[in-house]
């Protein structure tokens, strides 16, 4: 059973608007949740992260939000950029855990 | 800095072979983590070393192993190759942050 969900495969955004990419995990011991993205042919590349501690971290134009009661997060870009089409995989890490437990990933497409 | 550097980045093997694969940190990371990412299983973790150590594993057979040398550079080899077993191939360095883990550019491997 997957620990880290991202429900949707796919999103279509148009150049200047938000883009959300939603993860959902169902284990409570999850206290460190990250967001990479990646482009075909190479690694991951890191953008985000929060800890459970808080509920919410920036970084120019991406936004993290955390719902622990939910057990939901979320990514927010402001403004999306064609450059930001790309795979975006949530991962999640446990108290002390090193492995990182990835969703399925969502594919953002941003059109000019 | 130099980013985590992988070797080699495109492999072509047979089944019943055995392979190796070459992972760099990033300078000064102690940490290296390898994942395996397949279109129909996700990104899946499958061990990680620190200081020569194997600290976690996951769920992956015995034909998968690793090791970690002295300058925290790190090895990982498939025995006994599977069709299924053709996958990217990624490494991760963990910085004194270790939650946050940063990837290279992955091992393209094709076991026909």
């Known amino acids: 059973d997957q620990q880290v969900k991202q429900n949707s495969p796919s999103l279509s955004v148009q150049e200047g608007r938000i883009s959300i990419l939603n993860c959902d995990y169902t284990n409570s011991m999850f206290d460190y949740f990250l967001w990479y993205k990646k482009y075909p042919a190479e690694g991951p590349t890191f953008l985000i992260s929060i800890s459970s501690i808080k509920d919410k971290n920036e970084d120019g134009r991406f936004t993290v939000f955390l719902n622990k009661s939910a057990k939901h997060l979320s990514l927010h870009i402001v403004p999306s950029q064609p450059g930001d089409s790309a795979v975006y995989f949530c991962a999640a890490i446990g108290q002390a855990g090193t492995a990182l437990i990835f969703g399925k990933g969502t594919t953002l497409s941003v059109s000019s | 800095k130099a980013g985590v550097t992988q070797t080699p980045r495109y492999l072509i093997k047979t089944r019943g072979q055995q392979v190796t694969l070459s992972c760099s940190p990033i300078s000064g990371h102690r940490s290296v983590s390898w994942y395996q990412q397949t279109p129909g299983q996700g990104l899946q973790f499958l061990f990680e070393y620190f200081s020569e150590t194997q600290r976690n594993k996951g769920n992956f057979p015995g034909r998968f192993s690793g090791r970690q040398f002295s300058n925290s550079r790190s090895e990982m080899n498939v025995s006994t190759l599977e069709l299924g077993d053709s996958a990217l191939y990624l490494c991760?360095?963990?910085?004194?942050?270790?939650?946050?883990?940063?990837f290279g550019p992955g091992t393209r491997l094709l076991v026909l």
């Open positions: 991760a360095s963990g910085g004194p942050n270790q939650e946050t883990q940063y």
